[in-house]
């Protein structure tokens, strides 16, 4: 069987990281994961959009050395292996790379490759900006009006992986143990007998490395607000403690650059309320950033009705893997939603998008490739090809100012011109 090692790219030099700073060659070899079911007509579209927004910008200058690597369907077909070490070492080697979607069976079988590789890499910030292009289609009346950033934690929480089936060997023994340990907690197990139980991790230091990442790119980005999103009124011990943890790293290491409502709370305790609006009002009045927290489910409606309210956003595993798919819709759906996962630290990326492998529609050559062109942009940025990714969005701008759009687009669009997705990426192109 051949090995799932990929060959360097002749030509291609490694990206490095030193005291905090990428440093990227003229030829980068960047490792790309093609997908399961849409993801091969996807990668196909967008990697030429990519390679055209490099060559215009750079004229030959520059070029990325792509070097595919496997996971999911193609590497278990070729290598018996989901998730090859040699896949996960590239990523690790090369520093910055791109994925597209992989199936995660439900119920059994393999847990998510895509949580596996942002594991292994510990890539703890999940980045999903919120943005809307002029032209696009929206359910709402005012998608103008949504642009939020999404820094969803990424290693701890339900997706640890830590559950046991009901009515396994491990669940009897973990639901034993707490009956043993913990008799008021047990009691609380509704149907101990026929259970299946999950742990949700989250700690200080998972909390803290998400909430810094996420208040540096409020300052550096010059947003507003930083808003903790959790549902600690009933889960006191670890959303809670997410909410808490984060108004104290703000407080502790942003002192100077932003406000807290955990501030306000303490003022209006010590001096009312006029005198807590007061001080709120003199530390934004001064371009401090405020971080603010709110509950779950209210945050679910509200980013709907007052989108305003909502700059940046910090949120726990779940609760964002909820809204980056909710809040996509806003602004045109899932096929126009990126991401990255990010470890500022090490320097590790690996861009990817929001959206799954919609296999319905594998093979059609029909679905948006919005998404990963989009995480390819937000990728080219990362790596400080800033003209390259302003192209980009210069050609996304311009295709959908044309109406040449995909299905998804074109279903709610009037007077659009339905394009395949290979057609919206030489649409992409024409404009940059
Ligand atoms: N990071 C990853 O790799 C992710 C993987 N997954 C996995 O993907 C598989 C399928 O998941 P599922 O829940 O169906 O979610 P998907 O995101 O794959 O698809 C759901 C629906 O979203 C719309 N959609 C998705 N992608 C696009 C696109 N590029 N352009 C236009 N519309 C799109 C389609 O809607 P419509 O039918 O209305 O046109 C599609 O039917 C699962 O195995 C899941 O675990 C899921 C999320 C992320
Ligand atoms: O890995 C999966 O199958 C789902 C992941 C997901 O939904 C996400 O990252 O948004
Ligand atoms: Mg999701």
């Known amino acids: 069987m051949a090995s799932p090692k990929a060959e360097a790219p002749a030509g291609g030099e490694t990206i490095t990281i030193k005291d905090g700073k990428l440093t990227v060659p003229n030829f980068p070899i960047i490792p790309f994961i093609e997908g399961d079911g849409t993801g091969p007509d996807i990668w196909r579209a967008s990697v030429r959009v990519f390679d055209a927004a490099v060559e215009k910008a750079y004229g030959g200058k520059r070029q990325i050395k792509w070097m595919e690597v496997y996971a999911g369907g193609k590497a278990f077909s070729q290598f ?45 910030v999940c980045l999903r900006p919120v943005r809307w292009f002029k032209g696009v289609p929206s359910p709402v009346k005012h998608p103008e009006k949504v642009d939020m950033v999404i820094f969803r934690e990424n290693t701890e929480d339900v997706y640890a992986g830590i559950e ?47 909430v810094r990442s996420a208040i540096e790119y409020a300052i550096k980005n010059k947003r507003k607000s930083v808003t903790l999103v959790h549902k600690g009124n009933i889960m006191k011990f670890t959303e809670g403690a997410f909410r808490n943890w984060g108004y104290a790293l703000a407080e502790r290491e942003f002192g100077g650059q932003t406000y807290t409502w955990d501030q306000w709370e303490r003022t209006k ?56 798919d909710a809040l996509a819709a806003q602004v045109g759906g899932i096929g126009i939603a990126p991401g990255g996962n990010v470890n500022y630290i090490t320097g590790h990326a690996v861009f990817e998008a929001t959206h799954g492998t919609a296999p319905k529609y594998a093979d ?23 003209e390259a990714a302003d192209l980009i969005i210069k050609g996304m701008d311009g295709a959908i100012a044309q109406k040449s759009v995909t299905y998804d687009f074109a279903r709610l669009m009037e ?15 024409a404009n940059m």
């Open 269 to 324: 305790a010590a001096k009312g309320e006029a005198a807590a609006n007061a001080e709120q009002k003199q530390a934004l009045e001064s371009g401090k950033i405020l971080i603010k927290d709110a509950i779950a489910d209210i945050t679910l409606q509200q980013v709907l009705t007052r989108p305003t309210d909502f700059d940046v956003i910090a949120t726990p595993n779940l609760n964002g893997d909820y809204l980056s």
């Open 364 to 386: 059609l050559d029909q679905v948006n490739p919005g998404s990963v062109v989009l995480s390819g942009e937000m990728m080219l940025r990362y790596l400080g090809w800033t």
């Open 80 to 124: 018996n292996n989901w998730l090859p070490d040699e896949t996960v070492d590239a990523f690790r080697d090369y520093l910055v790379g791109i994925k597209g979607p992989l199936t995660t069976p439900i119920g059994g079988g393999i847990r998510s490759l895509n949580v596996a590789l942002r594991q292994l890499l510990d890539l703890y």
């Open 415 to 429: 007077g659009a011109k339905e394009v395949k997705c290979s057609e919206f990426a030489s649409a992409v192109i």
């Open 164 to 210: 046991f089936e009901a009515g396994s060997d491990d669940a009897k023994k973990l639901i034993g143990f707490i009956k043993d340990n913990f008799p008021s907690a047990y009691k609380k197990i509704r149907f101990p007998e026929t259970a299946g139980v999950g742990v949700k991790p989250i700690s200080s230091e998972g909390t803290e490395r998400l």
